[in-house]
């Protein structure tokens, strides 16, 4: 069933665990994360890049292939369709038109002000469709290194979440997108501090590369939702290179792209158990 953010992360937050958000870049992919989260009863936030957008189509037809695997599969467990990292707000609309049921608007790169400006005009009209919006603040850093100097304030997160209303905020707080060429350095004492002053779910992005056990440590210091997106296309990449490679008479893509889904499907499994969101539905 289709539902906004707000509904399974709450629930996250209050018990403890992470709900998986997992991207999503064509059919295969779709099809492969209800699947498995199904079969361990574990919630699932879609996200879904400008990019994957663009690539599969558009909002509209994302939404209907989520939706239509859905039904054909028999999908029972709690399903968002989530705008990852929506560049303005126009497209944030286009996401909530279409039947997205989470945007998440990145103004991140903006001051504070002006990120709180444009993250209340995607609150504003989010809010009349019963859209969850999602935030970020702070500077993830670059190349794979994370910046403290681009590290959310706690002063600046209880602004923007007090002055937008939004319903989960991701603090830039160590963490980075893609894979990391330090260790991750999270600063889990800010992380912490954040969650005792807000009533809103936090989110980790960048979770590809992130150690068990500081995972384990992050949700313990408030993250309810954790984005992951590059080990998913690692594992299944690598599969497929492996399978072109031993079957090079083969030429028909659904056995080529299938053959990344069980490798896929294992690192799907792994995160869940992790995040302890399994067998919550």
């Not at 313990?220 to 031993?246: D, H, R, Y």
Request: aromatic share 6%; hydrophobic share 35%.
């Amino acid at each position: 069933m289709l539902v906004n953010i707000k509904e399974i992360t709450t629930r996250a937050k209050n018990e403890g665990y992470a709900v998986p958000h997992f991207n999503i870049n064509n059919l295969e992919w779709t099809k492969y994360i209800l699947e498995e989260c199904q079969e361990l009863r574990s919630p699932v936030i879609l996200g879904v890049s400008i990019g994957a957008v663009k690539y599969m189509g558009g909002y509209n037809t994302v939404v209907s292939i989520v939706k239509g695997l859905i039904k054909d599969l028999n999908i029972t467990i709690p399903v968002c369709i989530h705008l990852d990292h929506g560049p303005n707000v126009s497209s944030c609309i286009d996401a909530i038109n279409a039947g997205f049921t989470s945007v998440m608007i990145d103004a991140s790169s903006y001051s504070l002000d002006e990120n709180i400006k444009l993250t209340k005009e995607v609150v504003d009209y989010a809010k009349k469709y019963n859209v969850t919006v999602e935030a970020e603040i702070g500077s993830m850093g670059s190349d794979g290194v994370a910046d403290k100097s681009g590290y959310a304030k706690v002063s600046d997160v209880i602004k923007l979440v007090e002055e937008t209303r939004i319903d989960l905020v991701a603090p830039a707080l160590g963490s980075v997108h893609g894979l990391y060429k330090r260790e991750p350095n999270l600063d889990f004492d800010r992380m912490k501090e954040i969650k005792d002053k807000i009533n809103i779910p936090l989110v980790l992005h960048g979770g590809t590369g992130i150690h068990d056990e500081q995972i384990k440590k992050a949700i313990e210091c408030g993250i309810s939702k954790i984005n992951i997106n590059t080990e998913l296309q690692i594992e299944w990449a690598n599969q497929v290179k492996e399978f072109i490679k031993n079957n090079s008479e083969v030429y028909d893509p659904r056995k080529i792209i299938s053959s990344g889904k069980d490798k896929m499907q294992e690192k799907i499994k792994e995160k869940i158990i992790l995040f302890g969101s399994n067998n919550k539905y």
